[in-house]
């Protein structure tokens, strides 16, 4: 079965370091998404990416985040300057549609900022 | 503004035993609402996912309901198994693509 698959599987860093985390959606998938989990809370919403933009986003991705789609298979996720509060698991996500169908979940970058 | 809640947040039970697990959402206007399982330190799986226009979803021995017009949708596990055992997660979707997610119910299955 086709899967979405995310690296760093676990990163850490310093304090105002940049981090980038990358995806490889499913390969016919045309709607990417990222979410994050901060340990014990939420699974919450990031940014969703359509046609090589931003579709929606949510109050949580500040100009501290951005996101790419650098080639035709990579879907990347930078923060600028990590926080301690940045620290989570993210997800990355890819659906076929915009609603209709399953949205499939990788496995996770768990970012401990320290 | 959306919010997911998920009844009860933590549940054990012997292997063999039927469950209901409970998702209830504050705004029936949404596109569909997805059950998932999360292992520990694991990703989302996706179990069902159930249309609005839709009342169930059945797959082997999950069964998803959903009552859009009271805001609420059921996850019923038949003969609960120990590999059963993670947290299971309720989400909704509305206009945007955005889910919405509950915090999760933790099942525990003893054998």
């Known amino acids: 079965e086709p899967e979405v698959t995310q690296t760093p599987s676990h990163q850490v860093t310093q304090m105002g370091q940049e981090v980038i985390l990358r995806c490889v959606p499913i390969?016919?998938?045309?709607?990417f998404y990222w979410y994050r989990q901060i340990l014990g809370q939420k699974v919450e919403f990031l940014v969703s990416f359509y046609n090589n933009e931003i579709s929606e986003k949510s109050e949580i991705f500040d100009d501290q985040f951005s996101v790419e789609r650098p080639d035709g298979s990579n879907f990347t996720l930078k923060i600028r300057s990590t926080k301690l509060e940045d620290s989570a698991m993210y997800f990355c996500?890819?659906?076929?549609?915009?609603?209709?169908?399953?949205?499939?979940f990788g496995e996770g970058s768990w970012l401990t900022v320290v | 503004k959306q919010e997911v809640t998920q009844i009860p947040a933590a549940l054990s039970v012997p292997e063999g035993e039927n469950l209901v697990l409970n998702c209830s959402f504050t705004d029936s206007a949404i596109y569909n609402l997805q059950w998932f399982r999360q292992d520990p330190g694991k990703g989302l799986t996706s179990l069902l996912l159930?249309?609005?226009?839709?009342r169930e979803q059945t797959s082997g021995r999950l069964n998803a309901s959903l009552d859009k017009s009271s805001g609420r949708s059921t996850l019923y596990i038949a003969a609960s198994q120990p590999g059963d055992s993670a947290t299971y997660l309720c989400?909704?979707?509305?206009?945007?693509?955005?889910?919405?997610f509950g915090k999760g119910t933790t099942l525990s299955v003893s054998s």
């Open positions: 159930i249309q609005s226009s839709q």
């Open positions: 989400a909704v979707s509305q206009a945007g693509t955005a889910l919405i």
């Open positions: 996500a890819s659906r076929s549609d915009r609603t209709g169908n399953t949205i499939y």
């Open positions: 390969s016919n998938h045309l709607y």
